[in-house]
């Protein structure tokens, strides 16, 4: 934990950062790649430490495991209400792009990022 807050971690998030750091290993890259999605999410969310934001940024952006993310979440659901406005529909979003919903979600922070929304070219 010191090792952490000395890189500028704060002290609560580098209380946490050693155990989350063990239990991922725990898991191994092995069980996080093959077993059902469900279930790779499940076992991390169980790590203290690793909410649901962060089980799905290792699985889509550690594994590329593009299959499910938390739509609905505050980390998705205001960079989509930025792009697509306050009707935007998580349902509609996730029946449109289904199994590669992650590729949404990559291209929707991205674009959302850079104000691609704005009526950019």
């Known amino acids: 934990a010191a090792d952490w807050q ?6 609560r ?3 946490v950062l050693p155990g989350v750091v063990r239990g991922v290993g725990a898991l191994g890259e092995d069980f996080l790649r093959t ?10 969310t169980s790590i ?9 940024a290792i699985l889509l ?6 299959d499910e993310l938390p739509i609905a979440g505050k980390g998705f659901a ?3 209400r930025a792009v697509y406005g306050s009707t935007w529909d998580p349902r509609a979003t996730l029946r ?3 199994a590669a919903i992650g590729y949404w979600s990559y291209y929707l922070k ?3 990022a850079r104000g691609l929304h704005r009526g950019a070219n």
Do not use: I
């Open 13 to 15: 998030k580098a209380a």
């Open 35 to 44: 077993a059902p999605y469900g279930e790779a999410r499940d076992a991390l």
């Open 78 to 80: 205001e960079p989509a």
């Open 48 to 56: 203290k430490g690793l909410g649901p934001f962060s089980a799905a």
């Open 96 to 98: 449109r792009y289904g």
């Open 110 to 112: 991205t674009g959302e």
């Open 6 to 11: 000395a890189a500028g971690v704060d002290a």
């Open 61 to 66: 952006r550690g594994l590329g495991r593009m």
